[in-house]
């Protein structure tokens, strides 16, 4: 079973990547992006800057999570954004409750003797969240989860929308009220799939939404994020990874996304994010006057 599985694994690999030998024998470098807007974006970004600064770049954008990562680690991807958080729990099967620091310099250890270099983290930490309407937060006094807690402590009622699958997770919705020792009552709890509890937040089915903290619609709708206030999300910084071969070989290319990598915060992000998802905006275009703004191009 397990021979059929890798035998499938690299069957997939050679059809998505029409090649078996590493990027680094030539002089390409393979970029990688995955499904979703935020790393199209980065995987633009980091094509741009390294053809403007003499490179070859292959960008391979649209992949899978883990086919991205196999593909990695087997040399037919020389770099991509990944999510700290993601290696941690998926990549190195982590369960200890680690802060952002402690985080980055787990999997930075525990990569390094794969072969992959995790370069300098951006501000930019994609986690899950809890969020309100600006306006309610701001009339009801809430900016923390804690805030929150205490008003429903208080007897306030507010109606959650929550994606099915932090709702039963084991490190989900029910571990977090035991940290803020709250509880929503069952039948304040909404579950839906989770690109739709923007839209019930912004139409005011309900107060409050569990969203991805970088999302787009979260400035575009008027949407505030509580702060986490006792770190109970663990960290998902978006940082650069590359091929330590890779690095060692091109150590100019560390410096430019560790630049890149300087530029990129929450709120940066969901902005460019929300260029794209709201304002229908290029991935290309959107990238290219990031970089020049920043001063990388």
Do not use: H
Not at 24 to 44: C, D, P, R, W, Y
Not at 47 to 54: E, I, K, P, S, V
Not at 141 to 146: F, K, R, T, V, Y
Not at 157 to 175: I, M, T, V
């Amino acid at each position: 079973m397990r021979y059929r599985m890798l035998a499938s694994l690299i069957c997939t690999l050679s059809l998505m990547f029409g090649i078996t030998g590493s990027a680094s024998a030539n002089s390409t470098i393979v970029v990688g992006g995955k499904k979703f807007t935020e790393q199209q974006l980065v995987a633009e970004m980091t094509t741009q800057l390294l053809r403007a600064n003499g490179y070859s770049v292959d960008k391979r954008p649209d992949l899978g999570s883990s086919i991205l990562r196999a593909a990695q680690e087997n040399g037919q991807v020389d770099v991509y954004w990944e999510y700290t958080g993601t290696s941690l729990v998926t990549y190195n099967k982590v369960t200890d409750k680690l802060d952002a620091d402690e985080t980055y310099k787990r999997i930075s250890t525990l990569d390094a003797a794969k072969g992959i270099t995790w370069l300098n983290p951006s501000k930019a930490n994609n986690t899950y969240a809890f969020a309100m309407r600006k306006d309610e937060a701001e009339k009801e006094g809430i900016a923390s989860l804690s805030d929150l807690a205490k008003k429903i402590g208080e007897g306030k009622a507010y109606k959650f929308a929550s994606n099915a699958e932090f709702f039963s997770r084991s490190d989900g919705l029910r571990p977090l009220q035991e940290t803020y020792k709250f509880e929503f009552p069952r039948k304040d709890v909404i579950r839906m799939d989770g690109g739709l509890t923007y839209q019930a937040l912004r139409d005011g089915q309900v107060n409050v939404a569990l969203v991805l903290s970088t999302d787009g619609r979260i400035p575009a709708f008027g949407f505030v994020v509580l702060k986490d206030d006792k770190g109970f999300f663990p960290s998902y910084a978006l940082t650069p990874v590359i091929r330590t071969e890779v690095v060692k070989a091109n150590p100019k290319i560390g410096e430019l996304l560790n630049a890149l990598s300087s530029k990129l915060d929450d709120d940066t992000i969901a902005g460019l994010n929300s260029r794209v998802d709201v304002g229908r905006e290029s991935i290309e275009s959107v990238s290219t006057e990031f970089l020049q703004k920043s001063k990388l191009l």
